[in-house]
């Protein structure tokens, strides 16, 4: 069941937040103006290539029996960490957010900029309020423990040992 739920949820916060969100964005940009980012812009691509693939890849993470199950809603008693996992403690979100922000920047739009950071606060507050409590209520000590070595956003290259 824990593999059907994640691809399911996985699949569809992905498409909402890195397809169906920019595309209603895009709908309210005909009254602002374009942002002129130079060849800043550019980054974005830089963005996309490292935050696409790590999406992909944490997600698969999830999907790997007894490797990691750090979903709320079905962590099941069991803590695991594997891949980005024991590095940062959101790297999916991480990279989703990566992913926003770069697309943010080609299209250098106030309304997609709007967008991006709007949801960039509603994934920082869920994970505060819901996910982290949850996890802690449901995993103990060993994920308090792991809450206090690995970082929550910004990957520490010192790697989790649990």
């Not at 963005?47 to 944490?58: K, M, N, Q, S």
Request: charged letters at 15%; aromatic letters at 18%.
């Amino acid at each position: 069941m824990f593999v059907f739920r994640t691809i399911i949820w996985g699949t569809v916060f992905m498409a909402l937040s890195l397809i169906a969100g920019p595309w209603v964005a895009m709908r309210f940009d005909g009254s602002f103006p374009v942002i002129d980012l130079g060849a800043l812009r550019y980054a974005g691509i830089l963005f996309i290539i490292v935050g696409a693939p790590l999406t992909l890849y944490c997600g698969a993470v999830l999907l790997i029996p007894g490797a990691s199950k750090p979903a709320p809603y079905d962590a099941g008693g069991v803590f695991t960490v594997a891949g980005p996992y024991k590095y940062v403690r959101n790297p999916f979100m991480l990279a989703v957010l990566v992913t926003m922000w770069g697309e943010a920047l080609i299209m250098s739009r106030i309304a997609m900029f709007a967008y991006t950071l709007i949801i960039s606060w509603v994934i920082h507050f869920w994970v505060l309020f819901y996910e982290e409590p949850s996890l802690e209520e449901s995993l103990g000590q060993e994920y308090r423990k792991y809450r206090r070595t690995v970082p929550r956003w910004l990957p520490k290259f010192k790697k989790y040992k649990g």
